[in-house]
């Protein structure tokens, strides 16, 4: 599956901002999908994850409460909306996918097969 990120921009503490990702090649109903982030200097780190059936959200501990997740089959996207912001979240945004089910939090990018190719996220202080 090939992924397309979105969304991303400068927005000002305590903004919000929607990413996208869209999937070709493959319905998204039968992968479980993550956002991961990556600032400069620092290791790609998860974010959130939804699993192919909805059943199962996860967040980071860094975002749970202002980040929420979602997707819809139909459209083949899933969504991070990202509300109250700040400028510790700044980084590059990644989409990924894999097909295999987890028991636990696939927390990790080693535990993806497909990647977008991010979307800048800034937020000014």
């Known amino acids: 599956v090939q992924l397309q990120a979105s969304g991303g921009g400068l927005v000002q503490t305590g903004g919000s901002l929607r990413l996208s990702c869209v999937a070709s090649g493959g319905a998204i109903s039968k992968y479980g999908m993550g956002w991961f982030r990556q600032a400069p200097g620092k290791e790609r780190e998860f974010v959130a994850y939804?699993?192919?059936?909805?059943?199962?959200?996860h967040y980071a501990d860094s975002v749970k409460g202002r980040f929420t997740i979602s997707k819809e089959n139909l459209k083949n996207t899933v969504y991070l909306q990202m509300n109250s912001l700040k400028p510790e979240d700044t980084a590059v945004y990644y989409c990924?996918?894999?097909?295999?089910?987890?028991?636990?939090?696939?927390?990790?990018?080693?535990?993806?097969?497909?990647w977008g190719q991010g979307t800048q996220v800034t937020v000014s202080s």
């Open positions: 939804i699993s192919w059936s909805g059943g199962r959200i």
């Open positions: 990924a996918a894999d097909s295999r089910n987890y028991v636990g939090v696939p927390d990790s990018p080693s535990k993806y097969s497909s």
